[in-house]
């Protein structure tokens, strides 16, 4: 089983930046998955979910900035980030969970990705 994030990077404030995440080694089609993001010192938190069948779920923080969605013929889960700010500066993690789920409880995951670094600065 794996989880294969990328796209991270530094960008300006006011930026986009868009994450992949593949998986292999599972069903992805039974799956729902989110973003969490974790900056230093802090603990990590979820940024938004989407089930399987594509209903997208978003912390407050950034609803009408970040998209997520999924390519099930690709296996691959995608969060598109616009208008960046510098309190989005983390490592983001992609994570899977069975079934048609929503959670931004990190122990109800079962599988993780090694986390992709965003840095928002000018």
């Known amino acids: 089983v794996q989880l294969q994030a990328s796209g991270g990077g530094l960008v300006q404030p006011g930026g986009s930046l868009r994450l992949s995440c593949v998986a292999s080694?599972?069903?992805?089609?039974?799956?729902?998955f989110a973003w969490f993001r974790q900056a230093p010192g802090k603990e990590r938190t979820g940024v938004s979910c989407i089930n399987a069948h594509e209903t997208p779920y978003y912390r407050d923080s950034v609803e009408g900035r970040f998209t997520i969605s999924r390519d099930d013929a690709k296996n691959t889960v995608y969060l598109q980030m616009n208008d960046l700010k510098p309190e989005d500066t983390a490592v983001y993690y992609c994570a899977a969970i069975y079934g048609l789920r929503y959670s931004f409880t990190v122990n109800d995951y079962d599988y993780w990705g090694q986390g992709t670094l965003v840095t928002v600065s000018s």
């Open positions: 080694g599972f069903d992805f089609d039974d799956y729902s």
